[in-house]
T-cell receptor, first 113, second 116 residues
Framework: AQRVTQPEKLLSVFKGAPVELKCNYS??????LFWYVQYSRQRLQLLLR??SRESIKGFTADLNKGETSFHLKKPFAQEEDSAMYYC???????????????FGQGTILTVHP | GAVVSQHPSRVICKSGTSVKIECRSL??????MFWYRQFPKQSLMLMAT?????????EQGVEKDKFLINHASLTLSTLTVTSAHPEDSSFYIC????????????FGQGTRLTVV
């Protein structure tokens, strides 16, 4: 079974402060981890995935297999980062993602001016 | 980018009736579509996975006779909630993966179903 846990439902920071959204997972196989973001009144969209090792909008996330974590970080939060963030997991088979996503509970990030 | 469109965005139906939700991939061929359900302030729960031309695979605990999924073409999947009851009221979201688009899943805007 696969499980994703985001321990914080709400996270508030001030503009310019560092932000870290926590994500832990449980999966017996080889996982592919994602962060999805949902801005107010918009659809869910992919923010980043661990396989591509990229930084999007200043956000980064490193897969730590020892700690089974995939925390999302940004050194200087901006007001426009305020949104709902979901961590998600998909199983990998032979390097190809199953595509079936298991989502965490989501974290609402609020960045105050 | 790849766009997935759901219709309707909101629907209200009477208890006992059936309601159909459409999910379309507008500019790509969706080889696999996923249907999720989201309760207020909760996460997305996968209901079923459908591949074009084959029967949907339902997650444990999801009644396949109640939530009928059809994926008849590479651009359209439908979810029909049959004999709807108030407890079926929820936010339903589809996503799709496309041929040649890697592993990313693209999401529709969701459909708010209210059963009265």
């Amino acid at each position: 079974a696969q499980r994703v846990t985001q321990p914080e439902k709400l996270l508030s920071v001030f503009k310019g402060a560092p932000v870290e959204l926590k994500c832990n997972y449980s999966y017996s196989g080889s996982p592919e981890l994602f962060w999805y973001v949902q801005y107010s009144r918009q659809r869910l969209q992919l923010l980043l995935r661990h396989i591509s090792r990229e930084s999007i909008k200043g956000f980064t996330a490193d897969l730590n297999k020892g700690e089974t974590s995939f925390h999302l970080k940004k050194p200087f939060a901006q007001e426009e980062d305020s949104a709902m963030y979901y961590c998600a997991l998909s199983g990998l088979l032979g390097g190809t993602s199953y595509g079936k996503l298991t989502f965490g509970q989501g974290t609402i990030l609020t960045v105050h001016p | 980018g790849a766009v997935v469109s759901q219709h309707p965005s909101r629907v209200i139906c009477k208890s006992g009736t059936s309601v159909k939700i459409e999910c379309r991939s507008l500019d790509f061929q969706a080889t696999t579509m996923f249907w999720y359900r989201q309760f207020p302030k909760q996460s997305l729960m996968l209901m079923a996975t459908s591949n074009e031309g084959s029967k949907a695979t339902y997650e444990q605990g999801v009644e396949k006779d109640k939530f009928l999924i059809n994926h008849a073409s590479l651009t359209l999947s439908t979810l029909t909630v049959t004999s709807a009851h108030p407890e079926d009221s929820s936010f339903y979201i589809c996503s799709a993966r496309g041929r040649g688009l890697g592993t990313e899943a693209f999401f529709g805007q969701g459909t708010r179903l209210t059963v009265v």
